[in-house]
């Protein structure tokens, strides 16, 4: 099966200049979904992760299905003022601005091994700030798994030291 085949491609989108690939046309397709999650998961059995990590929204799609089947507990990491208990914050560089994100303070423990899952890796701002927060926490990270990684933008390089999986490549 050849997943890049399953994924939707919309020129300009959100906005002129950008080519979208559009994953709900993957995920719809039993399947295909059940592929991506058994790869991922496939490739961590037997690292003992304790926590999968995913970043709102998309990541969530694919984080808790991964977790479920590492058998670890799953934790949101979310747009400010999202999450009800104490948390930290992480901010990161957008093309034109900054933005930020949080996780629960008491979402890792110390040494706890960690997967951190996301649909997408372009220029790697948003992993690079989930990492920073995983590691405020203690979290031992494991690996970093995205379904596509955008190869030009170079997200990969903020993550140097850490191993890596992306199933597809563009």
């Known amino acids: 099966m050849d997943l890049k085949e399953k994924i939707r491609e919309i020129p300009d989108f959100p906005k002129e200049g950008i080519l979208f690939y559009d994953v709900t046309t993957l995920l719809k397709d039993a399947g295909a979904f059940k592929r991506i999650i058994d790869k ?7 690292e003992g992760i304790q926590k999968v990590v995913s970043m709102e929204s998309r990541g969530f799609i694919l ?7 590492l058998n670890a507990g799953f934790v949101p990491v979310r747009k400010p003022g999202k999450l ?33 899952v996301d649909d997408l890796i372009a220029t790697g ?36 030291g850490y191993n890596v999986l992306s199933l597809l490549s563009y």
């Open 40 to 46: 991922i998961g496939n490739f961590y059995d037997g």
């Open 63 to 69: 984080g808790a299905p991964v977790a479920y089947r």
């Open 84 to 116: 009800p208990s104490d948390v930290y914050e992480a901010r990161y560089e957008l093309e034109y601005g900054s933005d930020s994100l949080a996780i629960h303070q008491d979402a890792i423990t110390p040494g706890e091994k960690v997967l951190i």
């Open 125 to 160: 701002g948003t992993v690079a700030a989930t990492v920073q927060l995983v590691k405020k926490l203690g979290g031992n990270i494991q690996g970093i798994a995205f379904l596509i990684e955008l190869t030009e933008l170079r997200g990969r390089n903020k993550l140097d």
